[in-house]
């Protein structure tokens, strides 16, 4: 990614600040970066950075370490925000592109200090020396965990003549990932261009759609759509063409589409960190069967009704609530289940044709950061949260005492929606979803 532009460090900026008021001067929070990956034996899979660290400092290279001491000084001067980076390396860096080194972490990313992070296994005992918690999430990152325990251990055996070690490790779940849950007017900038881009990319797909064509040719005009605009994709594409779809992670990609057939695609471009997630399912022939509009309509209407509850101060299980309910209505009406609905749900009966959740936070991960409950009780909805919003039903070809007409229909909706104090905003409404809007994009 490029070198942040004076706007976007003012808002990394802000982060970082808003992150040393709440762990105090007390506490110290370390985040390290991604590491990178090999792929098969010297090739590396493409970066990408943990979301934690890009999040505070927009900076995009493997191998580095953020520290954040609330009210640290060095010389008389500011130091709170410390980079560790790779060394510059000219001869590497002609193979394996340009490093900011100390200097760029400095001058080009806004840090306070910048050193190589050879430097930061040396420093840790005076940086960590009367801290009383370190903000850190164990387990992911092995390597420095034990460094930081040994460390945290060799303080304490000292610590009757010094400074006190450091009591507890506290997760960056409590402090940062709340932080992260509610969106600023930056990151709903990028949201929203994420959005637009990969909404157009499903009208794309539709467009290109004929029997005959092959899953992955539909996935390769998304995934064109999204790097003409900047973007790739924020997770592997589900492209489900016939009774594919009923395999909610299906990632293969390979099979021949068929007339009569639906195709399922669960795709989003993901735009300067932040995704976009996106499900639609239409006919490959471009028109809907009988059978196919009826489960449809039923899993539209959930949906629907589920995006209407999207409002501050709503339980945020209230969407899963009402899509459950309004599915498993649905349902009985079809013949699919028999019984009262209420019993039907108490009983997990609906489960047999709708077996996930109906949303999730959206952000730098595509199932973004950040508490559903507390205390036990689902959490209510602020402004500035962001979220999907997905009913689907799946019937499955093997399924046993079904009309015949409805096995192998699998349907998915699903829309991205920034819950705001004028109402549920859907991000993603470029992509068509209402049957006669997807027939008529289908032909034209």
């Given at each position: 990614?490029?070198?942040?532009?004076?706007?976007?460090?003012?808002?990394?900026?802000?982060?970082?600040?808003?992150?040393?008021?709440?762990?105090?001067?007390?506490?110290?929070?370390?985040?390290?970066?991604?590491?990178?990956?090999?792929?098969?034996?010297d090739?590396?899979?493409?970066?990408?950075?943990?979301?934690?660290?890009?999040?505070?400092?927009?900076?995009n290279?493997?191998?580095?370490?953020?520290?954040?001491?609330?009210?640290?000084?060095?010389?008389?001067?500011?130091?709170?925000?410390?980079?560790?980076?790779?060394?510059?390396?000219?001869?590497?860096?002609?193979?394996?592109?340009?490093?900011?080194?100390?200097?760029?972490?400095?001058?080009?990313?806004?840090?306070?200090?910048?050193?190589?992070?050879?430097?930061l296994e040396?420093?840790?005992?005076?940086?960590?020396?009367?801290?009383?918690?370190?903000?850190?999430?164990?387990?992911?990152?092995?390597?420095?965990?034990?460094?930081?325990?040994?460390?945290?251990?060799?303080?304490?055996?000292?610590?009757?003549?010094?400074?006190?070690?450091?009591?507890?490790f506290?997760?960056?779940?409590?402090?940062?990932?709340?932080?992260?849950?509610?969106?600023?007017?930056?990151?709903?900038?990028?949201?929203?261009?994420?959005?637009?881009?990969?909404?157009?990319?499903?009208?794309?797909?539709?467009?290109?759609t004929?029997?005959?064509?092959?899953?992955?040719?539909?996935?390769?005009?998304?995934?064109?759509?999204?790097?003409?605009?900047?973007?790739?994709?924020?997770?592997?594409?589900?492209?489900?063409?016939?009774?594919?779809?009923?395999?909610?992670?299906?990632?293969?990609?390979?099979?021949?589409?068929?007339?009569?057939?639906?195709?399922?695609?669960?795709?989003?471009?993901?735009?300067?960190?932040?995704?976009?997630?996106?499900?639609?399912?239409?006919?490959?022939?471009?028109?809907?069967?009988?059978?196919?509009?009826?489960?449809?309509?039923?899993?539209?209407?959930?949906?629907r009704?589920?995006?209407?509850?999207?409002?501050?101060?709503?339980?945020?299980?209230?969407?899963?609530?009402?899509?459950?309910?309004?599915?498993?209505?649905?349902?009985?009406?079809?013949?699919?289940?028999?019984?009262?609905?209420?019993?039907?749900?108490?009983t997990?009966?609906?489960?047999q044709?709708?077996?996930?959740?109906?949303?999730?936070?959206?952000?730098?991960?595509?199932?973004?950061?950040?508490?559903?409950?507390?205390?036990?009780k689902?959490?209510?909805?602020?402004?500035?949260?962001?979220?999907?919003?997905?009913?689907?039903?799946?019937?499955?070809?093997?399924?046993?005492?079904?009309?015949?007409?409805?096995?192998g229909?699998?349907?998915?909706?699903?829309?991205?929606?920034?819950?705001s104090?004028?109402?549920?905003?859907?991000?993603?409404?470029?992509?068509?979803k209402?049957?006669?809007?997807?027939?008529?994009?289908?032909?034209?």
């Open positions: 990614m490029p070198i942040p532009t004076p706007a976007e460090l003012a808002e990394f900026s802000a982060r970082r600040a808003r992150l040393l008021k709440a762990i105090g001067p007390e506490g110290i929070a370390i985040v390290p970066a991604a590491r990178e990956v090999i792929r098969n034996r090739s590396h899979y493409k970066f990408r950075q943990d979301s934690d660290f890009w999040y505070l400092t927009g900076f290279e493997p191998e580095s370490i953020a520290v954040f001491a609330p009210n640290r000084r060095d010389g008389g001067q500011p130091a709170e925000y410390l980079l560790f980076t790779r060394p510059r390396d000219k001869a590497r860096e002609i193979w394996d592109g340009r490093r900011a080194g100390p200097e760029g972490a400095v001058s080009q990313y806004g840090a306070d200090q910048g050193f190589v992070l050879e430097q040396s420093m840790l005992p005076r940086l960590l020396a009367g801290r009383q918690q370190i903000h850190y999430t164990l387990g992911e990152h092995p390597h420095w965990d034990a460094k930081l325990t040994a460390c945290v251990r060799e303080i304490r055996e000292v610590s009757r003549r010094g400074p006190d070690a450091p009591g507890s506290i997760a960056l779940d409590s402090t940062l990932h709340e932080q992260r849950l509610i969106k600023s007017a930056a990151e709903l900038e990028l949201i929203r261009k994420a959005c637009e881009v990969s909404a157009a990319a499903h009208l794309r797909a539709m467009k290109m004929r029997p005959g064509a092959w899953e992955w040719q539909v996935a390769a005009e998304i995934h064109h759509e999204f790097e003409r605009n900047e973007m790739e994709p924020g997770y592997g594409s589900i492209v489900g063409g016939g009774d594919n779809a009923c395999i909610l992670h299906y990632k293969e990609n390979e099979s021949r589409l068929r007339d009569g057939d639906l195709l399922l695609i669960d795709a989003g471009g993901e735009y300067r960190g932040y995704t976009a997630d996106i499900t639609r399912t239409f006919p490959v022939g471009g028109r809907y069967s009988g059978a196919q509009k009826e489960v449809y309509e039923v899993v539209l209407a959930a949906q009704a589920a995006i209407a509850e999207l409002k501050p101060g709503v339980s945020s299980a209230r969407p899963h609530e009402v899509a459950t309910r309004t599915l498993t209505e649905g349902l009985v009406a079809l013949g699919l289940l028999h019984g009262d609905p209420t019993e039907l749900i108490a997990d009966q609906h489960r044709f709708y077996m996930h959740g109906t949303g999730h936070w959206l952000g730098l991960d595509v199932h973004d950061v950040g508490r559903y409950k507390f205390d036990g689902p959490r209510p909805f602020q402004a500035g949260m962001v979220m999907t919003v997905e009913p689907g039903l799946y019937i499955a070809p093997d399924t046993e005492g079904v009309d015949p007409r409805f096995l229909i699998g349907i998915r909706i699903e829309d991205d929606v920034l819950i104090d004028e109402g549920p905003q859907v991000l993603t409404a470029g992509a068509p209402a049957i006669a809007d997807v027939e008529a994009a289908m032909r034209g």
